[in-house]
């Protein structure tokens, strides 16, 4: 819920502000950890509100939107900038984040606790599917070159009725 994305947003501010930022731009982009630290501010377009990931893992660019949390992390990475361009140049790889990310899981809503950061990316698509975005929206938000990839938000739409919805309707009515 957006409750508990706030939630999660408050306590990683409170353990470390350069954590709430990375935060955020991962719930606002769905990148994976790798990707977002390597971003750089030539990356980054906040009048058309998107940015060019450059794929770490999957060897591919990809240009994505930034959602509005996002938006804000750069904004708030943007105070403080270093000589190597990155945005999130205070992560030197994708272990530094570890420790902040410890502490401010303790004060995450019981049944999040256990979240690690590479969660943060299926809670954008997660909260992009309950908004009703289309599985190619999907797709092109989290780099995904299949469909197949994208099925496994497809059960937050609402409305969603597979196979065994129609297979129990008709067993119940005796069509």
Same mark, same amino acid.
């Given at each position: 819920?957006?409750?508990?994305?706030?939630?999660?947003?408050?306590?990683?501010?409170?353990?470390?502000?350069?954590?709430?930022?990375?935060?955020? @731009?991962?719930?606002?982009?769905?990148? %994976?950890?790798?990707?977002?630290? +390597?971003? $750089?501010?030539?990356?980054?377009? *906040? =009048?058309?509100?998107?940015?060019?990931?450059?794929?770490?893992?999957?060897?591919?660019?990809?240009?994505?939107?930034?959602?509005?949390?996002?938006?804000?992390?750069?904004?708030?990475?943007?105070?403080?900038?270093?000589?190597?361009?990155?945005?999130?140049?205070? @992560?030197?790889?994708?272990?530094?984040? %570890?420790?902040?990310?410890?502490? +401010?899981? $303790?004060?995450?809503?019981?049944? *999040? =606790?256990?979240?690690?950061?590479?969660?943060?990316?299926?809670?954008?698509?997660?909260?992009?599917?309950?908004?009703?975005?289309?599985?190619?929206?999907?797709?092109?938000?989290?780099?995904?070159?299949?469909?197949?990839?994208?099925?496994?938000?497809?059960?937050?739409?609402?409305?969603?009725?597979?196979?065994?919805?129609?297979?129990?309707?008709?067993?119940?009515?005796?069509?």
């Amino acid at each position: 819920t957006t409750e508990e994305v706030a939630a999660v947003f408050a306590a990683c501010d409170a353990a470390s502000p350069q954590l709430g930022s990375l935060v955020r @731009f991962l719930v606002g982009t769905g990148a %994976r950890l790798s990707d977002a630290l +390597a971003v $750089k501010w030539r990356d980054v377009d *906040l =009048k058309t509100g998107d940015v060019a990931i450059r794929g770490q893992k999957t060897g591919k660019p990809l240009r994505v939107a930034m959602l509005a949390p996002a938006i804000d992390g750069v904004n708030q990475a943007a105070t403080v900038r270093n000589v190597n361009g990155r945005v999130f140049w205070q @992560f030197a790889d994708r272990m530094a984040p %570890r420790s902040p990310w410890s502490r +401010a899981r $303790k004060h995450f809503p019981e049944h *999040l =606790k256990a979240m690690r950061l590479h969660d943060c990316r299926h809670m954008c698509a997660s909260l992009l599917a309950a908004n009703g975005a289309t599985d190619i929206e999907l797709a092109a938000q989290l780099g995904h070159s299949t469909l197949q990839m994208v099925k496994r938000y497809s059960h937050l739409r609402g409305g969603h009725r597979g196979a065994a919805h129609e297979k129990l309707d008709k067993a119940l009515t005796g069509a």
